[in-house]
């Protein structure tokens, strides 16, 4: 099926010589390989804008992120303060959880899979669903959490301990070895620890080497108690920064007038720690390799130099610290871009960069979403005139409707674009192709519920022609009572009359002697039914009642003018009875209407059934003559006795 | 479009589990590709699961539990279809199936009715045109009868031992013919028979009498897609719907009032008055009075977002499907 969102490219002869459109032809050349040479016989391509939507994994993380959207929407405004931040980061955390899921079933499946190509791609994804997570923590801690100078070093710390992992296996593998500390790669080990502000993990560490080391006990004493008495910043408000930054320059001088003694001199690396300790920015440069990227040199200095930074002193560091690790030598990435506009608390800028990177809106709709839940985001006006969220989840969830399954969480966001919403969703509904009865059911659910009136009538029509042009009357007359279409009722009765006119009995009984209610939708229906109760009561010899319903049926107007000649004709039995049925009244009446039919309409009685036509009127007259006759005899005589 | 049909081990008690996993999670056995969404589908013995196609293909397929593979064992292709046989456009889904080993019956949205019987290649009986609107769901009443509901609100009994097309008896709602999407008879008292409507409604027939439901119970928002009794503990009753909710009826607490020979469901030759013995034959789902039904009703999803398509339930166990793609399994029921 092709959906909104997707374009129909059609090869043409002139495509391929010369320049017409050379756009379109590496477009055609990506889609279907490259071929040159002869002009192939035409084909029409689908090119889809929205690929990320059909890969199977991540229908997890859309499905999921719905969840979490939807309990954001309702979630309680009244909560102020702390509980609604509380709340706000959890929904953050839920996110994330989301995405490292799915990270883990990509991983899973680039692992499990023998298609190398298929295993490209899954890589490609395990690494852009990571960068996307380390992006989303970060404005976690600096947006939505907004934390505090103090707290947010701790919460970098965490950060970069979580998304710096290649150092792990070397870690794993020197903790699992035989003696640490005589593994080559025992110092690097430890430099991570420290880098990382793991200072327990590191003193354990070092802890091995003293002891296979007694030589340099003294040292290994002094660096241990050093490392021990750092002052760090804490959760609790057992302590001000301003007693944390005097206890923090008191073991900074302590460090300083050590190391000024020569007391690690011997030994290389332990000086080396303690000038990282120090917040030694060369020292701390020399181990590039183990801390891989810019940020996390940039959260090592702040940890050794500036324990106590504020959120917007950030960008400061942040900008000089990716200058110093990058050197000149190489450029910065998308990535590197995005997270310094996070440093720089430029939202706007994060989120614009993530759009351009990222090859599909999700990222950035819900990121969005959550911000302006936190309030952050002031409303931008686009010169289209919605705000950016609202143009983001626009363009995500139309993106969404493409996807033969995925459209109906579409839905939900288009409910909560106040201002375009309704519309998209009113265009967009209408197109889902509408396989089964049942994806049609759920698709009108969806519009009955917004009262969106036309696409209701507009797919019951659909699904009702569907149903007459397979023969099912009573399908489709159940779409047109669910539509409350009077007009399409009609329609149906009218096919079920003229099935009766040519094959003399009715089809589907089991519908008609059933409508119930339903029947008086539409006057052609209701007098459908009723004439199949005439027929009914004639069967079951019930003459009189028969011979009122008939009549009531032409003189009340129910009946079509097309049906009155077989009306009467259906009245011929009736008059020829041996026992007189029709009243005095109740044949000047037959006349009556009889008279009209013919008196009406002189031209129609040139086609081909002329003299049948002929012949049942004259038929006709005889009959209600003769009964006319007999019934004046038996009225009389019956007032008279 | 890419369906595929899925056997998961829920998880046993005390199985830790592959990849550190919890014990419980349900894991993913084994699964094979399907034609068509899946409209339906029901165990036909230990091994063989019948599955109904939106294509209006019949499958059966194979679970081999040894190597854990599932297989397509025999397929009736157009078992329901449009207008002509031979022509491409055909297909009608099909809607409804119900096994009771050999026998299979099938419904659709073509109206018609086959009875399949397993591993024979084409159909035992087939009825055209067996109604002229949509069957959306089928039961067994008795080992020779079926149920019918459909998309004018009928409930209609078919004897298949008779040769005639049409149905033994109709029911259906006064009022405004609401189509009735499932049906679900009672596992003990035969005369006893559930239905779900489009407008969520819960009528509850006794087909000894009268042509009309015993009680009806507006229940969900929406379209109710399955209803079901418990098989072993039919006092209890489940309902899942388009709006997101899945309830759980339980009458059990009017049963209490009741003599206690009822709870086993023998006979007892103790004396009893007169009323508790005319009583003692009214299940509590034909009660009609208020003020002594006692029914609870119970929403069994705390954050329902996404319509709930299917459930089934099996001792203490729960199994539900929503549309959020997810699958919720709850093994503790009744505790």
Redesign the interface.
């Known amino acids: 099926a092709w959906g909104p969102a997707e374009v129909l490219v059609c090869e043409t002869l002139f495509g391929r010589a010369g320049g017409a459109s050379a756009a379109a032809r590496t477009l055609t050349d990506s889609v279907a390989g490259t071929e040159d040479g002869a002009p192939s016989s035409s084909r029409v391509f689908v090119v889809r804008r929205d690929q990320d939507i059909y890969i199977?994994t991540l229908?997890?993380l859309f499905?999921e992120s719905?969840?979490i959207f939807?309990?954001l929407q309702r979630s309680e405004e009244e909560l102020a303060g702390k509980s609604r931040k509380a709340q706000l980061v959890q929904v953050s955390k839920n996110y994330r959880s989301v995405i490292r899921a799915c990270m883990e079933d990509m991983h899973q499946a680039a692992v499990s899979t023998r298609d190398p190509a298929l295993q490209g791609q899954y890589s490609t994804q395990v690494s852009i669903l990571s960068a996307m997570e380390l992006i989303w923590n970060l404005c976690e801690i600096l947006f939505v959490e907004a934390a505090t100078a103090g707290p947010l070093l701790l919460r970098l710390l965490d950060w970069v301990r979580l998304h710096v992992c290649d150092v792990d296996s070397m870690v794993r593998e020197v903790l699992s070895s035989e003696s640490p500390s005589k593994h080559k790669l025992f110092w690097n080990v430890v430099d991570v620890f420290v880098l990382q502000g793991r200072m327990d993990e590191a003193r354990h560490l070092l802890s091995k080497e003293a002891s296979a080391n007694p030589a340099s006990m003294n040292m290994y004493k002094i660096l241990d108690d050093l490392m021990k008495k750092m002052p760090v910043p804490s959760l609790s408000n057992t302590q001000t920064l301003t007693e944390l930054e005097l206890k923090w320059q008191h073991w900074h001088e302590e460090c300083q007038r050590y190391l000024q003694d020569g007391t690690f001199a011997s030994n290389p690396h332990m000086e080396s720690i303690c000038k990282i300790l120090l917040g030694d920015e060369d020292a701390i440069l020399e181990k590039k390799e183990l801390m891989t990227t810019w940020y996390h040199f940039l959260v090592t200095r702040l940890l050794y130099s500036h324990p106590t930074v504020k959120p917007m002193e950030l960008r400061f560091y942040a900008q000089s610290s990716m200058d110093l690790f990058l050197g000149g030598e190489s450029s910065p990435e998308p990535l590197d871009l995005i997270l310094m506009a996070a440093f720089e608390f430029e939202m706007h800028q994060v989120i614009k960069e993530c759009s351009i990177v990222l090859s599909n809106w999700w990222f950035v709709a819900h990121l969005t979403d959550l911000l302006d839940h936190c309030k952050l985001l002031q409303s931008h006006n686009l010169y289209f005139g919605s705000n950016m969220r609202e143009f983001l989840l626009l363009e995500y969830a139309s993106g969404l409707f493409s996807h033969?399954?995925l459209w109906?969480?579409g839905v939900?966001y288009f409910d909560h674009c106040p201002q375009y919403g309704r519309v998209y969703l009113e265009l967009h509904i209408e197109r889902i192709p509408l396989?089964?009865?049942?994806k049609a059911?759920?698709v009108l659910?969806i519009c009955e519920?917004r009262q969106m009136h036309e696409q209701v009538r507009s797919i019951c029509k659909i699904m009702a022609m569907k149903a007459l042009r397979?023969?099912?009357?009573?399908?489709a007359?159940?779409w047109s009572?669910r539509a409350k279409d009077a007009a399409f009722a009609t329609l149906i009765s009218d096919r079920f009359l003229k099935d009766y006119c040519e094959r003399g009995c009715f089809?589907?009984l089991?519908?008609i002697d059933?409508?119930?209610?339903?029947m008086l939708l539409s006057d052609r229906l209701t007098f459908l039914g009723k004439y199949r109760e005439f027929h009914r009561l004639y069967g079951e010899k019930r003459f009189p009642e028969a011979a009122r319903l008939l009549l009531t049926l032409m003189t009340a107007h129910i009946a079509p003018c097309s049906f009155w000649m077989t009306l009467l004709t259906d009245a011929l039995p009736l008059l020829e009875q041996k026992e007189v049925i029709f009243s005095a009244e109740q044949t000047y009446e037959l006349m009556r209407c009889l008279e009209d039919l013919t008196a009406g309409n002189p031209d129609k009685q040139k086609f081909q059934d002329d003299d049948i036509e002929t012949t049942k009127v004259e038929m006709l007259r005889l009959a209600l003559a003769r009964n006319l006759a007999r019934v004046i005899v038996k009225e009389g005589t019956v007032e008279g006795s | 479009q890419d369906n595929r049909i899925s056997i998961w081990s829920a998880g046993d008690l005390g199985n830790a589990g592959l990849n550190g996993e919890y014990h419980g999670e349900p894991h993913l056995l084994c699964d094979i590709q399907h034609n068509g969404d899946v409209m339906d589908m029901q165990f036909l013995d230990q091994e063989r699961i019948v599955v109904a196609s939106s294509t209006g293909t019949v499958t059966i397929f194979r679970h081999h539990q040894n190597n854990q593979t599932l297989s397509a064992n025999h397929r009736w292709e157009k078992a329901h279809y449009h207008v002509d046989q031979d022509t491409s456009s055909g297909g009608a889904a099909c809607t409804g199936v119900v096994c009771n080993n050999p026998e299979i019956v099938t419904v659709g949205e073509d109206g018609r009715i086959n009875l399949f019987r397993a591993d024979q290649k084409d159909a035992v009986r087939t009825i055209d045109n067996a109604d002229s609107s949509t069957l959306h769901a089928v039961t067994f009443l008795r080992t020779t009868e079926i149920l019918t509901v459909n998309s004018i609100g009928q409930l209609k009994i078919w004897d298949l031992r008779q040769q005639r097309n049409e149905p033994s008896q109709i029911f259906s709602l006064a009022g405004d013919r609401v189509p009735l999407h499932c049906v679900d008879r009672h596992p003990n008292q035969q005369h006893i028979v559930a239905t779900g409507g489009q407008d969520g409604m819960l009528s509850i027939w006794d087909i000894r009498q009268g042509t009309m439901p015993v009680s009806l119970l507006n229940a969900h928002e929406a379209e109710m897609w399955e209803v079901h009794f418990h098989p072993s503990d039919p006092d209890h009753l489940f309902t899942c719907s388009e709006d997101g909710s899945l309830w759980h009826w339980d009458t059990s607490a009017n049963v209490s009032e009741k003599p206690s020979f009822l709870h086993q469901g023998g006979r007892s030759t103790a004396y009893l008055s007169h009323s508790t013995i005319n009583q003692s034959v009214v299940s509590a789902w034909l009660s009609n009075d208020p003020t002594k039904d006692r029914m609870e009703i119970t929403n069994l999803i705390p954050n329902q977002t996404l319509s709930v398509n299917s459930l089934d339930v099996l001792g203490p166990c729960l199994v539900y499907g929503t549309d959020a793609e997810a699958i919720y399994v709850n093994r503790q029921l009744f505790a």
């Open positions: 199977q229908r997890k499905n719905h969840g939807m309990g033969h399954s109906q969480l939900d396989s089964t009865e049942q059911l759920k659910r519920q397979n023969n099912r009357l009573g399908s007359l159940s009572i089809s589907d089991d519908l059933n409508l119930g209610p339903s």
